[in-house]
């Protein structure tokens, strides 16, 4: 009886989801051959181009192989652990970072160790590779790095100097704060440094940043902190450098006023950097796509963060894909798991539009008419492959994703988004009473569970 409700679960969500894609993804499966279901969430740019890199597979394959795409546009996650309580897993498909180590651990993944062709991993970039237990179980869906967008009609329009796309010219705090009050602009016309600026009336804002711990890692590795400790053994929130990391972020906020409160950033249009609401703003890479079809035209511009003290960084938060343990045909799912990797095959407008970025170095970031293939577009700005290619190809400069080596994420960044949030939101003068709290705060509640991989708590070197 209990599986029987199971199923009907499965059955009403994934009805739910195919009704919201409007296709039935079993349509035209020719009987007698081969099926693998490939299920995947994202937006209608990243559906129809996943539903054409499935026919273009399907049309080369035919007789031997069939796909299935499976779109899930909402609730994913629900959709997911419903299917895999029936014992219907997919056999290749999205997950989450958060929850890989965890499903890893279920046996719901099937290792790919042994698919891949010789020196594969080789060309993969260094963080897009998913192990548990010494295993291959996922590689990322796409490389996504964190970077520094800008409004270019800003600073064209108030004449200052462009933030630096290079990695060796990246500004010092001090000089990125500088930058920031010289496009900080109130109501009246002027800029944060002028002796009339008023902080109640601000028009635009220099810079601004997710509070939470992605975007304020950034901040926080640069200069020299960490978020567990090279043993593995706890979080390191109450360090000097996360401490001074907090009070340097807190007078952006409330000292120099060129970054709005958690508050008010709530009450700014719904495209704050087109708008002109942000001159620069931390963003995905993935963003490029939506700017690139935004309703506001302008001159989208890309830059390396500021350096701390240990050079600009970045992190790749993507999600991952997967082969379930309970496919019939690994090899096959392996297959079509290769041809959509691959650029030209049919997934070209994923990449040129700027939704992704290859997984695979070479040949897309190495030759030149690879290169050019997904780069040579509107999407990507002219500082686009030193901004953001030549900070992916950095591995001592990128922030470790949490989800690649904590065991439970999500229960300690409970506690600390609240924590960051409140910093934020408050002229403090110094925050070290409350990272220190914070610390104990995960310790006595027992929120930090330990590390799966080691090797992946600081930069690789």
């Known amino acids: 009886m209990r599986k029987l409700l199971v199923l009907l679960m499965v059955m009403v969500v994934m009805v739910l989801g195919f009704a919201a894609c409007g296709r039935d993804p079993a349509a035209g499966a020719p009987e007698g051959v081969p099926r693998i279901e490939m299920m995947f969430w994202g937006g209608l740019e990243e559906q129809e181009a996943m539903e054409s890199v499935i026919r273009n597979f399907n049309s080369q394959n035919e007789g031997r192989v069939h796909v299935i795409g499976t779109h899930i546009p909402a609730d994913f996650g629900t959709v997911m652990n419903t ?5 219907d897993p997919p056999d290749i498909a999205y997950t989450g970072s958060g929850g ?6 279920e046996g719901h993944y099937f290792a790919i160790d042994n698919l891949l062709p010789p020196g594969f991993i080789d060309t993969v970039i260094h963080d897009a590779v998913w192990r548990y237990d010494g295993r291959i179980y996922g590689l990322s869906t796409a490389q996504v790095n964190l970077i520094l ?4 009609d800003i600073f064209n329009r108030l004449g200052v100097e462009r933030p630096p796309h290079r990695f060796e010219d990246a500004l010092s705090w001090d000089a990125f704060v500088n930058l920031a009050q010289q496009v900080t602009i109130d109501r009246n016309g ?3 440094l002028h002796p009339d600026f008023n902080p109640r009336q601000i028009a635009t804002f220099g810079f601004n940043f997710w509070p939470g711990i992605n975007d304020v890692s950034l901040f926080a590795y640069s200069n020299g902190a960490r978020i567990v400790n090279e043993a593995g053994t706890d979080t390191d929130f109450a360090s000097p450098e996360w401490i001074d990391t907090m009070n340097k972020l807190n007078r952006l906020v409330h000292y120099y006023h060129v970054v709005p409160t958690p508050a008010d950033s709530e009450g700014l249009p719904s495209y704050p950097l087109e708008s002109g609401a942000f001159a620069m703003t931390v963003g995905g890479r993935w963003s490029m796509m939506g700017f690139a079809r935004q309703h506001v035209p302008f001159e989208l511009g890309v830059a390396v963060m500021p350096d701390l003290g240990h050079g600009p960084f970045t992190m790749s938060p993507p999600g991952i894909t997967s082969i379930f343990a309970g496919t019939e045909h690994p090899e ?5 798991w290769q041809f959509k990797m691959d650029v030209e095959n049919g997934a070209t407008e994923l990449y040129a539009g700027g939704l992704w970025q290859p997984i695979v170095h070479d040949p897309w970031y190495t030759d030149p008419a690879a290169l050019a293939v997904w780069t040579d577009n509107p999407a990507h700005p002219p500082a686009f492959q030193s901004a953001v290619l030549d900070m992916a190809m950095r591995p001592s400069q990128i922030v470790p994703l949490t989800a690649s080596y904590i065991r439970r994420p999500g229960e300690f960044v409970q506690f600390v988004t609240p924590v960051i949030q409140n910093i934020l939101g408050n002229p403090m003068d110094c925050t070290g009473d409350i990272m220190r709290a914070l610390q104990e705060e995960i310790t006595a509640n027992n929120a930090f569970h330990g590390v799966y991989n080691p090797a992946n708590i600081l930069p690789r070197r």
Do not use: V
């Open 190 to 192: 002027n800029n944060a």
């Open 332 to 336: 096959l799912a392996w297959e079509f």
């Open 149 to 152: 967008f800008y409004n270019a």
């Open 83 to 87: 299917r895999l309580a029936a014992g």
């Open 100 to 105: 890989f180590y965890t499903m890893a651990s």
